[in-house]
């Protein structure tokens, strides 16, 4: 068992999404049927990313589903497809993309904000968000040290946004309020 993926890009000059978001919806839904629950599809004006966590390569299958998927909207002889078989060629993969958007400041800014979108969505993922969290998490260290992070102010924000508040700490932070409240008043 292993994280595997498959990237689809357009050698198209116009970038624009290569499914509409509630096409991929369906499509991620066509695959968590005939491949299991850990699959994640992140379509970007870019390309698409198929996460699958199996023992088997599905690269064929899911291949041919894009194509059928996007048989009307795309000139398919324009796409690109590249298949990540180990985690080492996952990580190899998804760490060069990114390293490749920190490079466009408003492209990086919006694939953050949509990984951490999917990331909320899927949260009861066992093995595809974990460990693709992990490769994110390496990769904006990186930037972070080597002062190369693009819109660090803004990422921040939207990372803290993102990350739900302890109970145990709001408990805390309201008994602090209410003991500052109360010597206030003495």
Not at 70 to 80: E, G, P, R
């Amino acid at each position: 068992m292993g994280i595997k993926s498959v990237n689809i890009r357009s050698v198209d000059i116009k970038r624009r999404l290569l499914m509409s978001s509630s096409m991929v919806a369906v499509f991620e839904s066509f695959l968590k049927e005939n491949i299991g629950d850990e699959v994640l599809v992140v379509n970007t004006n870019i390309g698409m990313e198929v996460y699958y966590y199996s023992e088997n390569d599905y690269s064929t299958f899911i291949r041919e589903s894009v194509l059928l998927y996007t048989l009307k909207q795309v000139d398919q002889s324009k796409l690109k497809f590249r298949n990540n078989l180990s985690k080492q060629e996952v990580y190899q993969s998804f760490c060069e993309a990114l390293m490749t958007f920190a490079q466009y400041p408003q492209i990086f800014l919006a694939y953050v904000k949509k990984f951490i979108h999917i990331k909320r969505k899927n949260e009861s993922s066992k093995h595809v968000i974990p460990i693709l969290s992990g490769f994110f998490e390496e990769v904006l260290k990186v930037l972070t040290e080597t002062n190369k992070m693009p819109h660090y102010e803004k990422i921040r924000r939207v990372k803290n946004k993102s990350q739900k508040p302890d109970p145990e700490k709001l408990v805390v932070q309201d008994l602090i309020s209410e003991i500052l409240l109360k010597k206030h008043y003495n």
